[in-house]
């Protein structure tokens, strides 16, 4: 038997640790918890009664800028709610009316668009869309992850599900029949470009060309 054969007899009981450690470090990337952030909010939007809420996901529409995108539409008879969802670490800064917001790690400091700001972006959009009036649009933000806002936020700016939850239920106003909600179903599915990596790959080009 040669040297290598021997040292290959010899690791192969420990061949397991290499795929486990390639597990770990996915996991712990921000891509798969961001994912992971974005499922759980589905999850969860996806347990509110069928009968008066519809839930969108990963929706890319055409808008004057290119396009953009929107991580849940939720069409109900009490509203259209437009959920975005962030996932960060460290202690959060912003406010309202602030353009950007901060983060800040340990001692590192980075900066990001105000997420309400962005969503507005969306609701615009539906609004052109669908033909009626932004009072029925609610801008839902919801972070998940570890992060901590360390400045008093709005009641739509959530740090958990729950309170996500609770801050669409809380809602109950009927402003829509069921027609009305498939109709604005129909006109969001009919509009958006068709999900894959091409239209990914194309939305993000539209915002590098929009922050040029």
Known sequence: MDIASTVFNALQPLLWVIPVLILIYIIKTPWFKGCA??????????????????????IT??????????????VSKYG???VETKNMKGWIFGGIYQPMW???F???SSVFKNPLHQNYKHIKTLQSLLGIDDTAFHSVIVFVGEG???TEMPENVTKSVRSMMKYIRSFDTVIFNEQQLQTFI?????SRFKPGFATDFSHVQSLKKADK
């Open 61 to 74: 529409l055409p808008c004057e800028s290119g396009s953009t995108q929107i991580d849940h539409i939720v």
């Open 148 to 150: 901590v806002f360390k």
């Open 102 to 104: 901060q983060q800040t």
């Open 37 to 58: 952030g974005e499922r759980l909010v589905h999850f969860c939007l996806k347990r509110l009664p069928k009968s008066d809420y519809k839930v969108l996901k990963d």
């Open 186 to 190: 129909t006109d969001i599915e009919q």
């Open 80 to 82: 259209i709610f437009v």
């Open 106 to 108: 340990f001692k590192r």
